[in-house]
């Protein structure tokens, strides 16, 4: 149970007060306590001094009292000796209900603790030589002793824990205030104050022992009949109260003090008055607060006194804040100031700073405060005073990746609750962590680490202080606006040669060509040149963390001609420094996002955002899709809208994909959405061109096949299709069948004809007799040719049908024709089985290119697409009519229903995804390095090194790649060979 001096702990278990020792499930609580002799010790001393009966029998009759009174009195020394200076208060644990105090509720509970009510009546007068500061102390404690029970047992979380302490504070302050006012003389000129919590107060984020940082502001009281109000005298009766209040709550009693109030972070600070007027606030901020003041403000929030008086303050002191960031040297400014905090600490102090060390709270929060105010001028879900909510809102809106923004809310969480069990113990202001054996024993047992606690919580704080060093000098120290710094004097005077030897440094392969970019970007006085001057010191070292920084800075430079003068363009940079960091890396690591966005630059206004690097729903696609289409005034330009809107999902999916923002599975996806969109629209147009206005003479269906069908396309992938036509009711065969060909002809004509944006080819080489046959078939010539003379890898090739655009019904008619084909009743044969084998090996023998290497072809290699996809239709022809689940044109979902029904043990469909998945990433960073399509991935130098860091490997990883696949796709052939070939 963790007992240490195991001798005094069975004298004390053995006291008759409690009778302990004969009850040994009263003692599981101690197991969990941070300290189980100090809490036992407390026990028994406690139940000296009140009624040890019913202490007892309230321990035998309650687990959850039990429990929290033996956390607390293991957790905290103080808690302990306040108990046994108040006995009977242990009955406020069993009595609590475990629901966190609302503001409301602390408020009213403090003002009667003072003999005060919510209506500011005055407190009662001192009576048995108890003051009105004790009562107020008591109470604190009270509310203290309740929360850190709950705190310790896990009956609130940290943000409650701290949001509750910060009510409690706001609630003392308002006791403090009656208090305060209960002690004017009657004539004292009457006044408005309010009380501005700061710092985690007003962040409803506080400590259990802190100071409560306030900012005081007061107006006069107009009362009616009696003229103008005297601002002075007003002025002098706020200070009284405010004076009046402070010592209320850090005045030293017999029941000790609370908190020092604190208002250093007033105008001036503590060379200034201690009140102001609301015009004073707002005139000391508008000319001459520091930027440090601006970034106090954050947390400012009312929590005492006159609350319009506050809400007034808000209203107009808090915009202010989110203009700060548009001063000159800002960004420097709140650096130098967080160094400076750490100037201030001793190595020795340092090491052990849990707050204000290095890796410590500090650190996240002026990291997340800096982004907050850099960001928050455009977007109001930052203005947030608490530091989680406010990291959450950063992540939420993509100015923190979601990986740094989940593991900087689990430091800060874990250096918060250990900031709370240090300074619970003897409720001290302190942040450092103790340096013997048993403070770190206990600390540790009560963050949870029974094992070896000391060690335990040596390790995982280390762990955590340097996760957040980490993020903090990556968020603190590049971020947008220092991103955009201007370019230093001393560079600017730097010689040619002295420049081509830092271009050569930082590893553009042509130094010489480099600076003719950055000459012809940066040159001249105009606004363009200027804000040019600002970005490329960043984006050139962004460019040197790419692949190819040479690449990326032609194409920068490509694009921002092409942009010229457009005024969004260059601000977007210089304000969004993740659009920019994005746009480097991108511009340097892949071709075709770059030829891409060279077509259309204006999708860069994409990268500045997460939520705008989401592919977009095939619905949504259809509807834009559709309305461009009727906006275009012939089929041609309907087209062209279309295709455009094809490479805009495009980029917007290929920039996702090279950013890490999306897997391989939501690329596929999304490129197919889009292909499909793109079809329909073409086809609408097509249908438009040949028809005319005129009445409709066929019904026609656009089907899906192969990869398009099956979700599956890579960015290089053609479009394979299928036409299947009717005619309309009272129309003879031969013109439908006319104005069906003129469709089709005039979708692939539209979607290949020469334009500026990129065309889709449309393949229709799957059809019934390949290209010997028609490219149009009605629905009862399929149901023929089908029925008649239809084989058996025709069956296989449907297996990805699947209807994409025009008449949805006939589609659906088209799908009921296929359906026994491709699921036939009683599966295969064991011809079709040998039939399927056998075509599968001519594909492996006669397909694979001359000369190419088939442990790396991504296609036809081993263990590559083919291998894993013919597996999985196989499975589909044999039990697809039992297995609805495998009545699927998605090879992946195939996989997964044929481990559910045991036709594919786990194993062996895991090696199989993983095959394919990877097989499926390569095939497509090829695609984004080269900007043209490859089965398989180059052997060495710089392409496959950017291959590689497309997939995420470490830079000086990049030659595991395929090693990597070599041994993921030779698992794979183990299963293939097994269950395809048997």
């Known amino acids: 149970m963790g007992f240490q001096d195991r001798a005094q702990a069975l004298r004390q278990m053995a006291l008759p007060g409690l009778d302990l020792a004969s009850r040994p499930d009263r003692l599981a609580a101690f197991a969990d306590a941070g300290d189980p002799d100090l809490a036992l010790a407390s026990l028994t001393a406690l139940a000296e001094v009140t009624d040890a009966g019913e202490l007892r029998a309230a321990l035998e009759r309650s687990e959850v009292f039990r429990r929290r009174l033996i956390a607390v009195l293991g957790a905290s020394q103080a808690l302990g000796e306040f108990l046994l200076r108040h006995p009977e208060d242990w009955r406020l644990l069993e009595k609590d209900a475990g629901n966190p105090d609302t503001p409301y509720y602390l408020r009213a509970a403090m003002l009667e603790a003072v003999g005060a009510n919510p209506d500011e009546a005055e407190p009662v007068a001192d009576d048995a030589g108890e003051t009105t500061y004790d009562r107020l102390r008591v109470a604190y404690r009270r509310w203290l002793l309740r929360l850190a029970a709950r705190d310790l047992t896990g009956g609130s979380g940290l943000e409650e824990v701290s949001a509750e302490l910060a009510d409690l504070a706001a609630a003392t302050l308002e006791a403090g205030l009656a208090i305060a006012r209960a002690g004017l003389p009657d004539d004292a000129p009457r006044c408005r104050l309010t009380v501005i919590g700061m710092g985690k107060c007003g962040g409803r984020e506080l400590n259990y022992v802190s100071d409560v940082d306030v900012v005081f502001v007061a107006e006069p009281r107009e009362i009616e009949g009696q003229g103008e109000p005297d601002e002075a005298s007003a002025m002098r009766t706020a200070t009284q109260l405010a004076s009046a209040m402070m010592k209320a709550c850090s005045a030293s009693t017999a029941e000790g003090t609370i908190w020092p109030v604190d208002a250093a972070l007033r105008p001036e600070g503590k060379q200034g008055p201690l009140v102001r007027t609301l015009a004073s606030h707002v005139a000391y901020y508008e000319r001459w607060a520091k930027t440090w003041e601006f970034q106090a403000l954050l947390k400012a929030r009312p929590v005492a006194g006159d609350r319009a008086l506050g809400k007034a303050y808000m209203e107009a002191v808090g915009p202010l804040v989110w203009k700060a ?39 996240v929060e002026f990291a997340v405060q800096l982004l907050q105010m850099v960001h928050g001028r455009g977007d109001d879900t930052l203005h947030s005073g608490t530091t989680l909510s406010a990291l959450a809102a950063l992540s939420q809106g993509g100015y923190v990746g979601r990986e740094d923004a989940a593991r900087l809310d689990e430091a800060y969480r874990f250096l918060r609750t250990l900031e709370h069990r240090i300074q619970l113990y003897k409720l001290w ?68 040669e002295a420049a081509r030897a830092r271009l050569s440094a930082l590893g553009y392969a042509d130094p010489a060509g480099a600076l003719r970019h950055l000459e012809a970007l940066t040159s001249g006085l105009s606004r363009r040149a200027s804000i040019q001057r600002q970005l490329l010191p960043a984006m050139l070292g962004w460019f040197a963390d790419a692949p190819d920084p040479d690449a990326g800075l032609l194409a920068f430079r490509q694009v921002s001609d092409a942009l010229g003068e457009t005024p969004w363009y260059l601000r977007l940079l210089r304000d969004e420094g993740m659009a920019a960091e994005r746009l480097a890396h991108l511009l340097a690591s892949s071709r075709f996002a770059a030829e891409l966005l060279q077509r259309a630059p204006e999708a860069i206004q994409m990268l500045a955002d997460d939520a705008d690097l989401r592919p977009r729903d095939r619905a949504a696609l259809l509807t834009e899709v559709n309305a461009a289409v009727a906006r275009a005034q012939n089929a041609e330009a309907a087209a062209i809208a279309v295709r455009g809107i094809r490479r805009r999902e495009q980029f917007r999916i290929a920039a996702a994909d090279a950013l890490g923002l999306i897997d391989v599975t939501a690329v596929c996806e999304s490129l197919s959405d889009v292909v499909a969109a793109t079809l329909a629209g073409g086809f609408a147009a097509a249908t438009r061109s040949v028809v005319g206005e005129g009445d409709p003479v066929v019904r026609m269906a656009v089907i899906a096949m192969g990869r398009l069908g099956g979700h599956e396309m890579s960015y290089a992938s053609d479009a394979d299709v299928m036409f299947v036509h009717e005619p309309m009711p009272f129309v003879e065969d ?186 499926t990433r390569i095939r497509n960073a090829i695609m984004l390095v080269r900007g043209r399509p490859a089965d398989s991935p180059p052997t060495g130098g710089r392409e496959q090194s950017s291959i590689a860091r497309i997939l995420g490997y470490p830079v000086d990883e990049t030659g595991r790649m395929l090693d990597d696949y070599r041994r993921v796709t030779r698992h794979a052939r183990t299963v293939v060979e097994r269950v395809f070939y048997g």
């Open 325 to 363: 960031a548009n001063r000159e040297n800002f960004v420097a400014d709140v650096q130098a100031m967080r160094k400076r905090v750490e100037a201030t600490l001793t190595p020795a102090e340092a090491e052990r700073q849990i707050k204000l060390g290095p890796g410590g709270l500090r650190d």
């Open 429 to 496: 202001r302190t942040h450092v962590l103790p340096d013997g054996d048993a403070d770190m024993r206990r600390l540790g047992r009560a963050m949870g680490l029974k094992g070896d606690p000391k060690a335990e919580l040596t390790e995982t704080w280390r762990k955590h202080a340097h996760e957040v060093r980490r993020l903090h000098e990556k968020l603190f120290y590049r971020p947008l606006l220092m991103a955009v710094s201007r370019v230093s004097e001393a560079e600017t005077r730097l010689t040619t």
């Open 734 to 919: 031969k013109p439908a069948t006319d104005a069906a060909h003129a469709i089709a002809n005039e979708l692939r004509r539209l979607m290949q004809m020469q334009a500026p944006e990129p065309p889709l080819e449309v393949d229709t080489d799957l059809r019934p007799e390949g290209r010997n046959g028609p490219l149009v078939r009605s629905l009862a010539s399929y149901e023929q040719y089908y029925s008649r003379w239809s084989s058996v890898w025709e069956a296989q090739a449907l297996l990805r049908a699947e209807f994409v655009a025009g008449d949805a019904e006939l589609g659906e008619r088209f799908t009921a024709l296929i359906n026994p084909l491709r699921y036939p009743v009683g599966g295969l044969t064991e011809d079709q089985v040998r039939e399927i084998r056998r075509i599968k090996a001519r594909v492996e023998s006669e397909r694979l290119p001359r000369g190419a290497d088939p442990s790396i072809h991504t296609k036809l290699g081993r263990g590559g697409l083919a291998d894993v996809e013919w597996v999985a239709q196989l499975l589909q022809l044999q039990h697809g009519a039992k297995i609805e689940g495998l009545r699927t044109t998605r090879t992946l979902a195939t996989l997964e229903v044929a481990r559910e029904h045991d036709l594919l043990t786990a194993a062996d469909a895991e090696e199989l995804t993983a095959a394919w998945k990877l097989a």
